[in-house]
């Protein structure tokens, strides 16, 4: 038998939302009858344009990428408003917060994270050996920032601030967080993950990036997998101060970042009218979403993100049974997390929530 680290054989993998082919095959149905509510993706494919700079950018496969990023980074710095050495990219958000976990944890070690929250950030401690140390919601579902304070203590390396927080899209407004950053020890990083920060229309929030730039000790995690729709091609990235990053990218295997991820991702910011129609796109089908809810008198969190959080007793149950009407969602431990589809697929999930009786 070979030797797993314990703290590693103690892990209880990530569970993927399951794919469209694999519930088709469950409940015999074709694949283009199921609809698919349960990963916050975009509902709609990537940039119009991205099609064409993927499609030049395969035959180059042969090459390693390009590890400076030279195209994208000076992109995603004028986006942001930042200068090209406060970025970080990975294969991920996802795959940014496992190697910052593994740069500042370790046995002896304590990470602070809202819950429920993104789970990576529980995952992603167990893997560095560190001990989570998970503060609940407050009753309004929002991220009790005192309780975070509370439970950081001098073996505390790392707080993360999920805003708007998965899985109940609701926001730590700006001036809470500047003063959260304030109170948090110099010494703790706090990864403010902001993955879902393009969806935002309430204006209490802000992005915490230019505070990223100026404190040694916080960095602002985004990705493309959302409103930028490349959730396939694996490509996010951290911001922060030049110093900061280079220490927590030592952890990162070289190239991670594809050719074409990188291709993709550079087309999409080329092209900011598309962002915001896509941002349009979702608060309507937010709004939508919620309105049908509401008028079920069905209990929901109001959001500021892609996704919608139904608080109920078992949602598993609930789960499975839009599941055998072919429309995923995503259960967790206290609620329904339902994505912002397009139209068509809101109104199947009505018609299936409709169909169940349940209201
Ligand atoms: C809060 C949060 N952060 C990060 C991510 C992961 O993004 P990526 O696809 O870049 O790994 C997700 C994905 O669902 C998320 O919910």
């Known amino acids: 038998m070979i030797r797993i680290r314990p703290e590693v054989a103690s892990i209880h993998p990530y569970v993927a939302g399951r794919t469209t082919a694999a519930v088709a095959a469950d409940i015999g149905l074709a694949e283009r009858d199921i609809v698919k509510l349960a990963s916050n993706e975009s509902p709609d494919g990537p940039f119009p344009s991205v099609e064409g700079v993927v499609a ?199 190239f991670t970042v594809t050719t074409v991820a990188q291709v993709a991702a550079a087309e999409s910011l080329r092209h900011p009218g598309e962002l915001a129609r896509r941002q349009e796109a979702n608060a309507a089908g937010r709004r939508g979403l919620e309105a049908g809810l509401a008028d079920r008198r069905v209990r929901y969190v109001p959001s500021q993100a892609n996704f919608v959080f139904l608080p109920m007793d078992n949602p598993s149950a609930m789960f499975q049974a839009l599941q055998g009407l072919g429309v995923i969602t995503r259960s967790t431990p206290g609620g329904l997390r339902v994505s912002v589809g397009s139209d068509a697929e809101l109104r199947r999930f009505f018609e299936a929530f409709d169909e169940l009786g349940l209201v």
């Open 56 to 254: 030049e950018a395969v035959m180059t496969a042969n090459r390693y990428p390009d590890n400076a990023m030279r195209e994208l980074t000076p992109l995603t710095a004028q986006h942001l408003g930042v200068e090209s050495d406060n970025l970080w990219f990975g294969a991920g958000t996802s795959a940014i917060l496992r190697e910052v976990a593994l740069a500042v944890g370790g046995p002896g070690t304590s990470a602070v994270f809202p819950q429920p929250s993104f789970v990576i950030y529980d995952l992603a401690t167990q893997l560095a050996g560190a001990t989570g140390r998970p503060v609940p919601l407050d009753g309004d579902y929002q991220v009790d920032l005192n309780g975070l304070l509370d439970v950081i203590d001098e073996t505390t390396s790392v707080v993360y601030l999920c805003s708007p927080n998965n899985p109940t899209g609701t926001l730590t407004g700006a001036e809470d967080t500047r003063r959260f950053l304030d109170a948090v020890p110099d010494d703790v990083l706090v990864v403010v993950d902001e993955a879902y920060g393009e969806y935002v229309t309430d204006s209490q929030w802000a992005t915490m990036v230019p505070e990223a730039v100026r404190r040694p000790n916080v960095i602002v995690t985004k990705t493309f997998s959302k409103v930028f729709a490349l959730a396939a091609f694996r490509i996010g990235y951290a911001v922060g101060m030049p110093a900061t990053l280079a220490e927590l990218r030592k952890v990162q295997a070289p």
